[in-house]
């Protein structure tokens, strides 16, 4: 079936650091990716599309210039926290779309456990 | 505006059936998904309905009345791994999923 790989699966840094987490379709193409991101005991939101080539799409109150996201081809997307502070830690998770299967499932990664120290 | 509804927080014991209410509210309607998420970790995927009816999946089905803007999804011979939180979403008219909050199952012996 349809895998999404996403790495790394947990973060511990200083606060201050930027962090890089990366979303790969490994056996169908994804025009569309989505992130999103789950605080403890809460339901999951989401941050933005990453759309290939062109620029993501972000969720109202989600700041662009903090969650850099690059969609440089049809298979990996990257999310990169800028300047991370020990309030973005929380769970990070990426979906994939089969490219012209829009009313198919959304396949998961593994989700990132990043903790800002 | 657009909206899911789900319980917070169901128990029910095991070897016995639960159903998981979920009512919605969206701008369109491209079908309904059913997730499973154990705690710590990502989602994954049970079941899409996007016409009227039952789809049965093994110990799990999943029915939708678009007329009502209603689905559930049931869970039969329940087992303590099916202890996770149940995750509805529907598909609004731009293919965009619009996520419930969950419902925690809490499973007893």
């Known amino acids: 079936g349809a895998v999404v790989s996403q790495h790394p699966s947990r973060v511990i840094c200083k606060s201050g650091t930027s962090v890089k987490i990366e979303c790969r379709s490994l056996d169908f193409q994804a025009t569309t990716m989505f992130w999103y991101r789950q605080f403890p005991k809460q339901s999951l939101m989401l941050m933005a599309t990453s759309n290939e080539g062109s620029k993501a799409t972000y969720e109202q109150g989600v700041e662009k210039d903090k969650f850099l996201i690059n969609h440089a081809s049809l298979t990996l997307s990257t999310l990169t926290v800028t300047s991370a502070h020990p309030e973005d830690s929380s769970f990070y998770i990426c979906?994939?779309?089969?490219?012209?299967?829009?009313?198919?499932?959304?396949?998961f990664g593994d989700g990132t456990r990043l903790s800002i120290l | 505006g657009q909206n899911i509804d789900q319980p917070t927080e169901m128990t029910a014991t095991e070897g016995a059936i639960v159903q998981i209410n979920c009512t919605y509210q969206?701008?369109?309607?491209?079908?309904l998904f059913w997730y499973q998420q154990h705690a710590g970790e990502a989602p994954t995927f049970l079941s899409y309905n996007v016409l009227d009816g039952l789809e049965e999946k093994g110990r799990f089905s999943s029915f939708l009345s678009r007329s009502k803007g209603y689905s559930y999804l049931l869970l039969k011979e329940l087992q303590m791994k099916d202890s996770a939180s149940y995750l509805c979403a529907v598909m609004d008219s731009n293919y965009q999923l619009i996520w419930g909050a969950g419902t925690k199952l809490i499973i007893k012996p």
């Open positions: 969206t701008s369109g309607f491209n079908g």
């Open positions: 979906s994939a779309r089969d490219t012209g299967k829009e009313n198919q499932p959304q396949h």
